[in-house]
């Protein structure tokens, strides 16, 4: 069985921007697309998991989604499977090779 076989649904992938109102003061938030339909595996975790990686803190994190490596997502980034939204808490190229990755998601509820 392929990698490709496994990613058997769809997501969208946003990242922030702020914009500064006329007046020069106050930013606003825009979650703006960078990867639309992007074929992947979103698996949930039993309860909630921790991991742990070198040198971060510890991640609490809901479900991980397995996909083709993307290079320019980051970690804050946010995930839209359908109406419900993910906060990336930690991107792994788990193939060492940029070639697959894996995000520890964390589900953001009434986003």
């Avoid at 938030?29 to 921790?50: E, Q, V, Y």
């Avoid at 839209?80 to 940029?98: A, P, S």
Wanted: overall charge neutral.
């Amino acid at each position: 069985m392929s990698f490709q076989s496994l990613l058997n649904q769809s997501i969208t992938i946003k990242s922030v921007a702020y914009t500064v109102d006329s007046m020069g003061g106050q930013q606003t938030a825009t979650w703006t697309a960078i990867h639309s339909n992007i074929k992947c595996r979103f698996n949930p975790i039993l309860g909630r998991d921790m991991v742990y990686l070198d040198d971060k803190k510890t991640v609490w994190a809901s479900h991980y989604v397995f996909l083709k490596y993307l290079s320019d997502i980051k970690e804050g980034d946010r995930v839209y499977l359908g109406t419900r939204v993910f906060e990336i808490k930690m991107i792994v190229d788990w193939d060492e090779n940029n070639d697959k990755m894996k995000l520890a998601v964390v589900e953001i509820p009434n986003a």
